[in-house]
């Protein structure tokens, strides 16, 4: 069956997420405006810098500090290469981080869809009712392909195939 976009923007996230170098968090960020992706980000380090799943976590105050996270890491790259995210839909497979928030508000996003209320912030969700930001969740399922789509355990963004030689399905 054919996903409406939401579903296959944030599938696109999920696959997005694959790139992360930080393992306490896979997350994925597509920003898309009339039905185009504009740009995307993952958790990561800044470029030329070595990653969490080289060297470790730079821990403070119980979170890694090395990486930039998937939203800011989108909206840097919109910026990089001249593209405006005015108008956009941001699509991203963790509830943002009041600091991601407060970015996309700033980015011009009108429309926000996350599938992992992963450490939920009620400040965040505040600023983005203020800023009269749409945003919603969107847990995905089983599609016929068969791969398992989130929410996953404890916010992992792994995405799990079934192992059809082995008699999974």
Same mark, same amino acid.
């Given at each position: 069956?054919?996903?409406?976009?939401?579903?296959?923007?944030?599938?696109?996230?999920?696959?997005?997420?694959?790139?992360?170098?930080?393992?306490?968090?896979?997350?994925?960020?597509?920003?898309?405006?009339?039905?185009?992706?504009?740009?995307?980000?993952?958790?990561?380090?800044?470029?030329?810098?070595?990653?969490?799943?080289?060297?470790?976590?730079?821990?403070?105050?119980?979170?890694?500090?090395?990486?930039?996270?998937?939203?800011?890491?989108?909206?840097?790259?919109?910026?990089?290469?001249? #593209?405006?995210?005015?108008? /956009? $839909?941001? +699509?991203?497979?963790?509830?943002?981080?009041? @600091?991601?928030? &407060? !970015?996309?508000?700033?980015?011009?996003? #009108?429309?926000?869809?996350? /599938? $992992?209320? +992963?450490?939920?912030?009620?400040?965040?969700? @505040?600023?983005? &009712? !203020?800023?009269?930001?749409?945003?919603?969740?969107?847990?995905?399922?089983?599609?016929?392909?068969?791969?398992?789509?989130?929410?996953?355990?404890?916010?992992?963004?792994?995405?799990?195939?079934?192992?059809?030689?082995?008699?999974?399905?």
């Amino acid at each position: 069956m054919r996903p409406d976009w939401d579903s296959y923007f944030l599938k696109i996230a999920y696959a997005v997420s694959e790139r992360s170098t930080c393992d306490r968090a896979f997350v994925g960020c597509v920003m898309v405006l009339e039905k185009r992706i504009l740009t995307t980000g993952f958790n990561g380090s800044p470029a030329g810098q070595p990653h969490c799943d080289e060297i470790g976590h730079l821990m403070v105050d119980g979170h890694c500090v090395r990486t930039i996270h998937a939203e800011t890491n989108a909206i840097i790259q919109a910026a990089l290469h001249g #593209v405006s995210t005015k108008g /956009s $839909t941001c +699509y991203v497979t963790h509830f943002p981080c009041i @600091n991601c928030t &407060k !970015v996309l508000i700033n980015a011009g996003i #009108v429309r926000l869809v996350y /599938s $992992t209320a +992963y450490r939920k912030d009620e400040n965040a969700v @505040n600023f983005l &009712k !203020v800023a009269n930001i749409e945003f919603y969740q969107k847990e995905l399922t089983t599609d016929d392909a068969g791969a398992v789509h989130p929410p996953y355990p404890h916010g992992t963004g792994l995405v799990v195939m079934p192992n059809i030689e082995n008699g999974e399905e």
